[in-house]
């Protein structure tokens, strides 16, 4: 077992202090990731070393269309993330408990000798949310550093910031998606807030890190005029004209089934949209 980072004892359990839910966890208890649990006062990493998806992707799958373009990168993921979005992807392996999914037994060195035996230059962090394994990732990203690698995080962007601050000397470029620019959103739909994300994206980025930013457009949600509007207001006034920005199509999927796909217009008009505000680089995804 590997104790986790951040928290702090309780009488009766942890309090979890890895991302802004902040979960106080009994003893024999599950944050709401369900990814750390609490033994006898100390918090564990149910998940460290047991990836339950291993891949090699092309960068651009990330995505991330403006970082060593052209090249492929190792994929894992270990279970667990702390949204519940009803819309979510890959809800088989974020939403559910580590045993209930097949995993390996991977050490930090044995994937970063398998990324160099392959001849990749880079390892992405992605499929659930990295930040609730945290310790796995940092421990390899700080290996994939010593041997020459880059890091790749692919996330939603909603941790605390000692542990992203932690991380981020070790992190060379990211993916972040922004849910929606509606706090209510959030709450409802993702079982999260805004404030942390937008404030992490501009943390990453002030940090010399690569970002770039998707925004999933998901049918009569987030996907106005106002909405959109406002996303690429923010991304311009915080000095992100030259971040790229991906706006995604949406298809039904896990628990969000009673609305069609993304019209294509609506994708089209969010570009027209996000140029005419000032950004520099938009990509349409899923089309």
């Known amino acids: 077992m590997k104790e986790a980072r951040f928290y702090t004892p309780t009488e009766d359990g942890a309090e979890c202090r890895l991302c802004p839910h902040r979960c106080r966890i009994k003893d024999g208890g599950r944050g709401l990731c369900r990814s750390r649990e609490c033994r006898n006062g100390k918090l564990y990493a149910l ?4 990836p339950c998806a291993l891949a090699i992707d ?3 799958k990330k995505p991330l269309n403006h970082f060593m373009p052209g090249t492929h990168c190792l994929s894992l993921s270990c279970t667990g993330c702390n949204l519940s979005c009803r819309w979510c992807q890959n809800s088989d392996i974020s939403q559910v408990e580590p045993e209930q ?3 390996g037994e ?3 060195e044995e994937l970063v000798n398998a990324a160099r035996r392959n001849g990749l230059p880079s390892i992405a962090y992605t499929y659930t949310e990295p930040f609730t394994w945290w310790e796995y990732m940092f421990d390899i990203a700080v290996l994939a550093r010593e041997k020459g690698l880059k890091n790749i995080l692919v996330s939603a962007g909603y ?3 000692e542990p992203l601050h932690e991380l981020l000397p070790y992190l060379d470029a990211a993916n ?3 849910k929606a620019m509606d706090d209510a959103i959030y709450r409802k739909y993702c079982g999260a807030s805004l404030a942390p994300v937008l ?3 501009l943390m990453m980025h002030e940090a010399g890190v690569h970002v770039e930013i998707t925004n999933l457009l998901v049918t009569d949600l987030n996907d106005s005029e106002p909405q959109v509007s406002a996303l690429c207001r923010w991304m311009v006034d915080g000095g992100l004209q030259d971040v790229p920005l991906h706006f995604s199509r949406f298809f039904p999927r896990h628990r969000f089934t009673d609305v069609g796909p993304t019209p294509k217009s609506t994708l089209l008009k969010a570009r027209d949209i996000a140029y005419s505000l000032g950004l520099k680089t938009i990509h349409l995804g899923n089309i």
């Open 159 to 161: 941790v605390e910031k």
């Open 199 to 201: 404030e992490n994206i």
């Open 47 to 50: 998940s460290y070393g047991k």
């Open 101 to 103: 999914v097949e995993s």
């Open 176 to 178: 972040i998606d922004i």
């Open 58 to 60: 092309p960068v651009e």
């Open 106 to 108: 991977w050490s930090p």
